[in-house]
């Protein structure tokens, strides 16, 4: 067994939902401790609701070239049971029927192996910068509470996409989410209907008026939650609504915001309810040329690692959106997962080897 999957099935084991990742944080901080690189970890936790905050670790270059960070997330999606990584015919899975936590913590492994052999063997580099986050599954709380201004890379790695290793995430969208809240009038629903106003009607008119799903290449609108009622033959008096959209134009993002706002607006006068929207954006759209340098390197050392490049859009948020905020070039990179947030969540045993490898090619092409 390779020392990165030693390493990624100690992590797996760890029950680390969003806030309460002090376990992974530790054992990762020892890990870097043993390499003698010392890891600091700052005040997010408390100031996000959580047990542990991001860690950071900084080794000094050797050699000339461009200084990069590397950046994994230790949360996962709450477990519905216990993690028993195992392994059947070259996948790690979990032996039990929820998660295996591939996502992120593969990744994590891999970085935390590639620069243990960097060290090891010597090899020279420009400067590692390794940034661990917390809370990334509930809209990247770690990444954002992350001071920015630490690192002294600007070009930086996340390797936090499904597939194969060998995709680069040439464009990422935009995401707004929105709480809605109805409100009606209580009545008897079979005494005095005339005298209520029924919140889930208006929720279900304004949502009906709307075309959900996907709404042309790299946009969607989702409706994720609808709570309302509190008995069958009560006119119900108030209705929460979850909703979403997401789109790679931020233009659209907001058209589509302003085109769902109206509509849930028109529905609630029309039924005699009020309605209070609350819109939050989650992050914004980036998008990177093919020859800009951090797609340039990512490519180069894809392709020493001996992985199948491939340039693709996605529909999902990561980290990497946090530090693009802030001014950075920051590539999203695949990591081998699959079917991640399910209990069929899998990764091949070669693929976590396959992340230490990167990790070091990363490391030589940055250098180069």
């Known amino acids: 067994m390779s020392r990165a999957l030693d390493l990624f099935l100690a992590l797996a084991r760890l029950e680390t939902p969003p806030g309460r990742e002090r ?29 542990a905050g991001n860690l950071h670790a900084r080794i000094p270059g050797t050699a000339p070239g461009e200084p990069i960070f590397l950046n994994a ?17 070259g996948w790690v899975v979990n032996a039990n029927p929820t998660i295996l936590g591939a996502d992120n913590k593969a990744s994590v492994a891999g970085m935390v192996d590639g620069i243990r052999r960097v060290l090891e063997e010597g090899i020279p580099h420009a400067g590692i910068e390794l940034v661990i986050t917390v809370q990334e599954e509930v809209g990247l709380r770690g990444a954002w509470a992350f001071d920015c201004d630490r690192l002294q890379a600007r070009l930086g790695f996340v390797y936090d996409v499904d597939g194969p290793p060998g995709r680069i995430v040439m464009r990422a969208p935009s995401q707004i989410s929105m709480d809605v809240v109805f409100r009606g009038r209580a009545a008897h629903a079979g005494i ?12 279900a008119r304004g949502l009906a008026a709307l075309e959900m799903g996907r709404l042309g290449p790299g946009a969607s609108r989702s409706v994720g939650v609808i709570q309302g009622g509190r008995q069958r033959n009560i006119v119900p008096d108030e209705c929460r609504v979850e909703l979403e959209l997401r789109s790679l134009d931020d233009a ?47 490519r180069r050392a894809l392709t020493a690692a001996g992985c199948d490049v491939e340039e693709i ?42 992340l230490s490898d990167l990790t070091v090619e990363l490391v030589r092409a940055a250098c180069a």
């Open 23 to 51: 376990a992974a944080i530790d054992l990762v901080r020892a890990e870097l401790a043993a390499l003698g690189v010392e890891a600091i970890e700052d005040d997010a936790g408390p100031r996000i609701g959580g047990d």
């Open 252 to 298: 659209e993002v907001v058209r589509l915001a302003a085109e769902t706002t109206a509509a849930l607006t028109e529905a609630a006068t029309a039924t005699g309810c009020d309605v209070d929207i609350a819109e939050r954006r989650e992050y914004t759209a980036y998008a990177f040329a093919p020859d800009d340098p951090v797609v340039r390197i990512a």
């Open 192 to 203: 005095a209907p005339e005298d209520g106003r029924n919140a889930i009607h208006a929720a």
């Open 73 to 89: 997330h230790v949360d996962t999606v709450p477990p519905e049971g216990p993690i028993d990584p195992v392994i059947e015919d």
């Open 313 to 354: 859009e996605t529909g999902g948020g990561a980290d990497a959106h946090a530090f693009n905020a802030a001014g950075l070039q920051c590539v999203n990179l695949s990591s081998g997962m699959e079917l991640i947030h399910s209990a069929d969540e899998r990764i091949r045993v070669e693929h976590v080897d396959v």
